[in-house]
């Protein structure tokens, strides 16, 4: 085995697995997914987890089974004028992140489970299958 080019840096929580950060010191194709989705989703499984959150951002994730969830941060602003500039940033970007997230999560490779009311009934049987 040569020398390590890449790692990931993942938490464990009581019932799932948390990706953080990650970084290579060459770059190789697919090797970001290898190690922080492919390999996050076995180190998960094997071990009972329930899920494994990848973090923020990213529709590439889509194609890789992770559906979209909203995350959230928390921090504090010493100066008052920057404090309102971000708390004002913060409310459209709010608004924004829920609805791509809501566009984005009508694309995920899975099934959907519609309620009774929507859709045709086609439509229903197909995805509930």
Not at 11 to 18: E, M, P, Q, S, W
Not at 61 to 85: E, F, N, Q, W
Request: charged content about 25%.
């Amino acid at each position: 085995m040569g020398p390590a080019l890449a790692g990931a840096i993942n938490f464990i929580g009581r019932d799932a697995l948390y990706g953080r950060n990650w970084g290579a010191i060459e770059h190789h194709p697919f090797l970001h997914f290898e190690l922080c989705y492919y390999q996050a989703i076995d180190f998960a499984i094997a071990r009972g987890l329930s899920r494994v959150e990848a973090g923020a951002q990213g529709e590439h994730k889509l194609a890789r089974g992770y559906k979209p969830v909203i995350t959230y941060s928390a921090h504090d602003i010493a100066d008052p004028g920057l404090k309102r500039a971000v708390a004002d940033y913060l409310e459209h970007e709010r608004r924004e992140v829920a609805e791509i997230a809501t566009i984005l999560g009508e694309h995920t490779p899975f099934k959907r489970h519609l309620q009774p009311e929507t859709g045709s009934q086609a439509e229903r049987d197909m995805y509930n299958e």
